[in-house]
C-alpha cells in the first residue's frame, strides 16, 4: 500500500499493541460470534455525541493518499479537503481532524491536517481557543498531525507539511519549533505523532525515514529509535505511537500493517498483528492507544475501522462498526469517554462505554 500512495500524505495520530499474542491471535476463526464496540445491544461502547458536520464529500478507504516519496500528503482520505487558512468563521466545523489529544484539565485538543489548524474544546464542545493557520512562520502551520500535552501543560504538535514539531501555551501562544526536512540527526520526512514520557522526553515517528526520534523536554535531539524497512525492529512509514504505563512505547508500522513494541531505550521487544481484513487483522493502521484497564485500540485506514483488544492480544470487537471513514486519532478522558477523529466524515464522535 505505500506504493499506492500520492505526494502529500494522509494521516495521523497513536499507536499500541499488547504482548504475548500471537500470529494465531488475529485468524478469522474463533471471532465471528464476538460482538462490536459500537451502539449495538450488548456493545461495549455507544456513540453519545459528536462535533462538527459530517462531510458528504467521501474520501478513499483503501489506504491511499499517500506519496511514495518523503512527505505525507493531503489530498486522499480527508473529508472537504482544500485549505482553510484560518478565516472568518466560528462554526463547529472541521477540516480533516486528525490528531486528539486530552489535558489534565480535561480539554480537548483537535488538529485538523488540511485546516491547518489546532481547536481547544472543553467536555462540553465550547471552543476556548484555535491557532495556526497555513504556512512556514513560526506558530503557522502545514499539515498537522499528532498532538500531546507535556507535565506543564505545553502543547507539542508535530507537521508533515513542514517537516518538524512546535511548541505551544494551552492557548496557543508560540514558544519553539524544532526540526527541519532531512534525514539527518534531528531532522524529518514528515513529522508524524509524538509521545511524552514522564521526564517529558519526546518520541515522535519520523514517517520518510522510517525511524522514531527522541528528544529531550528542551528538544535537543537524543537518539533515533528503529531503522527503516521489513524486519524486526524495522519500520516503513510509521505513524502513531504511545507509551503505556510499562513505559513501553508501542509504533504503529503503518507501511507494514503492524504494531512494533520496543522499550524507551530502543531495544525492540515483539510485534503484533498480521495484514488483512478479517477481522483482528491490520490494513494501513494509523494510531493507537490504551483505555484504563489496559485494553487498547488501533485506527485502520484501509479497514476505516476501529478495533479493541485486550492485554492479551485478543481481539473485543469494533468500535462503530460500518460508520467510519478513515478513523485517525483516539484519546480517552478520565472519564472513560473515548474520543475519536473520524477524519473522512470531518467529524469528532465521543463514545462512553455501554451500560
Not at 460470534?33 to 461495549?44: E, F, K, Q, T
Not at 500493517?257 to 510485534?271: A, N, V
Not at 476501529?306 to 480517552?332: K, T
Request: charged letters at 15%; proline letters at 2%.
Amino acid at each position: 500500500m505505500n506504493t499506492k500512495i500520492s505526494v502529500l500524505m494522509l494521516l495521523l495520530i497513536g499507536l499500541t499493541g499488547c504482548g504475548g499474542s500471537t500470529d494465531e491471535t488475529y485468524q478469522d476463526d474463533g471471532y465471528s460470534n464476538i460482538d462490536p464496540i459500537g451502539n449495538n445491544s450488548g456493545a461495549l461502547f455507544e456513540q453519545v455525541g459528536s462535533w462538527g458536520e459530517q462531510s458528504d464529500a467521501g474520501s478513499d478507504s483503501s489506504g491511499g493518499g499517500y506519496g511514495s516519496g518523503g512527505g505525507y500528503g493531503s489530498d486522499g482520505g480527508y473529508g472537504s479537503g482544500g485549505t482553510d487558512t484560518g478565516s472568518s468563521s466560528d462554526a463547529l466545523t472541521f477540516n480533516s481532524p486528525n490528531g486528539v489529544a486530552i489535558d489534565d484539565d480535561g480539554n480537548i485538543y483537535i488538529t485538523e491536517f488540511a485546516g491547518n489548524k489546532v481547536s481547544k474544546f472543553n467536555a462540553q464542545g465550547e471552543r476556548l481557543a484555535k491557532w495556526g493557520g497555513a504556512g512556514s512562520a513560526n506558530g503557522e502551520l502545514s499539515n498537522p498531525t499528532g498532538i500531546a500535552i507535556d507535565s506543564q501543560g505545553n502543547v507539542w504538535v508535530s507537521e508533515s507539511g513542514n517537516h518538524r514539531l512546535q511548541k505551544f501555551t494551552a492557548d496557543g501562544q508560540w514558544l519553539a519549533t524544532i526540526g527541519q526536512q532531512g534525514s539527518g540527526d534531528g531532522q524529518f520526512l514528515s513529522a508524524m505523532v509524538l509521545a511524552i514520557d514522564h521526564l517529558d522526553n519526546l518520541y515522535v515517528t519520523d514517517w520518510g525515514n522510517g525511524r522514531v526520534q527522541v528528544f529531550d523536554a528542551n528538544g535537543v535531539y537524543q537518539r533515533s529509535i528503529a531503522t527503516q524497512g521489513t524486519g524486526d525492529g524495522q519500520l516503513t512509514n510509521p505513524t502513531g505511537i504511545k507509551i503505556d504505563v510499562n513505559d513501553v512505547l508501542w509504533v504503529v508500522d503503518r507501511g507494514n500493517d503492524r504494531i512494533m513494541k520496543f522499550s524507551l531505550d530502543g531495544t525492540f521487544i515483539e510485534q503484533f498483528g498480521q495484514s488483512g481484513s478479517a477481522v483482528g487483522q491490520l490494513l494501513t493502521p494509523t494510531s493507537i492507544n490504551f483505555d484504563a484497564n489496559g485494553n487498547f485500540y488501533i485506527a485502520e485506514v484501509g479497514n476505516s475501522r476501529v478495533q479493541g483488544f485486550n492485554e492479551m492480544g485478543e481481539l473485543l470487537g469494533e468500535v462503530a462498526p460500518g460508520e467510519l471513514d478513515n478513523p485517525h486519532g483516539l484519546a480517552f478522558d478520565a472519564e472513560g469517554l473515548l474520543y475519536l477523529t473520524d477524519t473522512g466524515n470531518s467529524l469528532v464522535r465521543i463514545f462512553k462505554e455501554a451500560d
